[in-house]
């Protein structure tokens, strides 16, 4: 028996002398199983009068902190050990997978693929019931152009949320793009507004080089804005401009003096001299 790892047990105090001595036996089942390394015995924990839990490492690649559990048996009075149950169990700290979800609360934006199918829930708050035909194709025409003739449509909800969502994104007005705009979209050429209840405040952008196909906010913009304009002088940015308006200093080498120049004092006094002459 392992005396050390049976007193590390609290529990062990209840089990049954004769099951907690069944160690060795518990080990060798586990051995017998060949399904991975066992390690050292943790303890032995008490199920009932008849029955206790050896606990052992399990010492299984990928299985960090996981232990072998063997529960052994014996019929009150009697000295008679069998093996019930062999299992690999998670440990206090095991590594596990995170908890299960049902796969409709697992996806997230993004995450559909081609041909994959996701109803929306019972009762999506986001949808109510829209227009059904009458048959009668005056009134069902009519209905179509307002943007009705379908089985549902969004509920205020829905469109309150959606409108949240795109106003807080990446081409609403407090994005980064949108504060060093020039101008904004709803006053921008490549801006093709909503129809319906979004009308007012959001839209399509249609420029290829800037925000092209997304709903922008009408207080989005960019710098491709069809207003703007490029500052005087701009040019190619392969070559650095040449500033002709700035001054170059090179060094010149001294002129030498020639060797009959006359002195300061007679320079000045040969003018002065010159001058009373006139
Ligand atoms: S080009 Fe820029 S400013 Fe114009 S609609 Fe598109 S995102 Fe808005």
Not at 87 to 116: F, I, M, N, T
Not at 120 to 146: H, M, N, S
Not at 229 to 244: E, F, K
Request: aromatic share 6%; glycine share 10%.
């Amino acid at each position: 028996m392992d005396a050390v790892s049976v007193a590390s047990s609290p529990e062990s105090t209840t089990v049954r002398p004769v099951l907690a001595r069944a160690v060795d036996r518990a080990r060798a089942a586990l051995v017998d199983l060949n399904e991975g390394a066992v390690g050292r015995h943790l303890g032995v924990t008490a199920e009932d009068e008849c029955a206790a839990t050896h606990r052992f490492v399990a010492e299984l690649p990928g299985y960090h902190g996981w232990q072998w559990a063997v529960v052994v048996a014996a019929v009150p009075g009697t000295d008679h050990v069998t093996i019930s149950e062999l299992a690999l169990l998670p440990g206090p700290d095991a590594l596990l997978a995170p908890e299960w979800l049902p796969w409709d609360q697992r996806v997230r934006p993004g995450d559909l693929s081609p041909g994959d199918l996701l109803a929306p829930p019972k009762d999506d708050p986001r949808l109510v019931p829209g227009y059904v035909a009458t048959g009668d194709p005056e009134i069902d025409e009519v209905a179509f152009e307002v943007g009705l003739g379908r089985k549902q449509v969004m509920s205020r909800e829905g469109r309150l949320d959606c409108a949240q969502r795109w106003y807080d994104g990446d081409h609403g007005p407090e994005s980064e793009m949108a504060k060093a705009a020039p101008s904004t979209c709803e006053l921008c050429g490549f801006y093709l507004p909503l129809a319906g209840s979004l009308h007012a405040a959001f839209g399509v952008c249609g420029n290829e080089m800037a925000a092209d196909g997304h709903v922008v906010t009408a207080t989005y913009g960019c710098g491709a804005h069809s207003d703007t304009m490029l500052p005087t002088g701009a040019g190619s940015p392969r070559y650095d401009a040449y500033d002709d308006a700035a001054v170059e200093i090179v060094d010149l080498p001294s002129p030498e003096m020639p060797d009959t120049a006359p002195e300061p004092e007679t320079a000045v006094e040969a003018v002065t001299d010159s001058e009373g002459e006139h």
